[in-house]
């Protein structure tokens, strides 16, 4: 079974500043892919970045970037530059290369504080 | 549509009635999947819909749990003689192509609460 850990349930970042927030995962398959999901108020999910398993190079859409470990199982968002908009719930997440399900961590809040 | 769009928005029901939950996914997208978000924990996958297959159903928690998804378009989910558990917010959401390693696209969601 594949299991996501979000050990941060809440975290706070001043404006401008920037917040590492951490994922881990465990699996015995070896072609996967990895999410974080952004969860605003209105509860709409919204990708934020995408990882593939066989890519070594680190994944990066604008302000956000990860840090992925593949033998540490690690999958860390973070997040340059930090804007009120980001003040949101993000969850990271697994999928096997063959499957049609995620598995979910249990989330991290995220508040930017101005 | 422009997005995925759920309904009711919120639903206040008592314990051991009915409720349905609407999914209408984008136009032209083939799989849809419907996840349920309790308080404090992640997304739990309920179902998965594409195209004409059979779904898979093996994330539904009990038998009282439901759905289907009519002419590959919209999917209602059906919770049968609703307990107090079954309080939570219930998403959809839609992609194009069978392997979610597509972009999925959430609606916002029912926020079901359980009396």
């Known amino acids: 079974a594949q299991t996501v850990t979000q050990s941060q349930p809440e975290m706070s970042v001043q404006e401008a500043e920037t917040v590492t927030l951490s994922c881990t995962y465990d699996t015995s398959e070896n072609n996967y892919y990895l999410f974080w999901y952004k969860q605003p108020p209105s509860r709409q999910m919204i990708l934020v970045i995408r990882q593939e398993a066989y890519k070594q190079q680190n994944a990066t859409e604008n302000r956000f970037s990860v840090n992925f470990q593949k033998a540490a199982k690690s999958f860390s968002l973070k997040i340059s530059d930090s804007q009120l908009g980001d003040t949101a719930m993000y969850f990271c997440?697994?999928?096997?290369?063959?499957?049609?399900?995620?598995?979910f961590g249990t989330g991290t809040s995220l508040t930017v504080i101005p | 549509g422009a997005g995925v769009s759920q309904s009711p928005s919120n639903k206040v029901t008592e314990k051991g009635k009915d409720v349905e939950l609407r999914c209408d996914p984008i136009?032209?997208?083939?799989?849809l999947y419907w996840y349920r978000q309790s308080l404090g924990q992640g997304l739990e996958f309920l179902i998965y819909f594409q195209g004409n297959s059979a779904p898979d159903k093996s994330g539904l928690p009990s038998d009282r749990f439901s759905a289907e998804r009519t002419g590959g378009s919209v999917s209602t989910l059906t919770i049968q003689r609703t307990q107090q558990e079954d309080s939570a917010v219930y998403l959809c959401?839609?992609?194009?192509?069978?392997?979610?390693?597509?972009?999925?696209?959430f609606g916002s969601g029912t926020q079901l609460s359980v009396l």
């Open positions: 959401a839609s992609s194009l192509v069978r392997q979610a390693t597509e972009k999925l696209f």
């Open positions: 997440a697994f999928m096997k290369d063959t499957g049609n399900q995620f598995y």
């Open positions: 136009s032209g997208h083939t799989a």
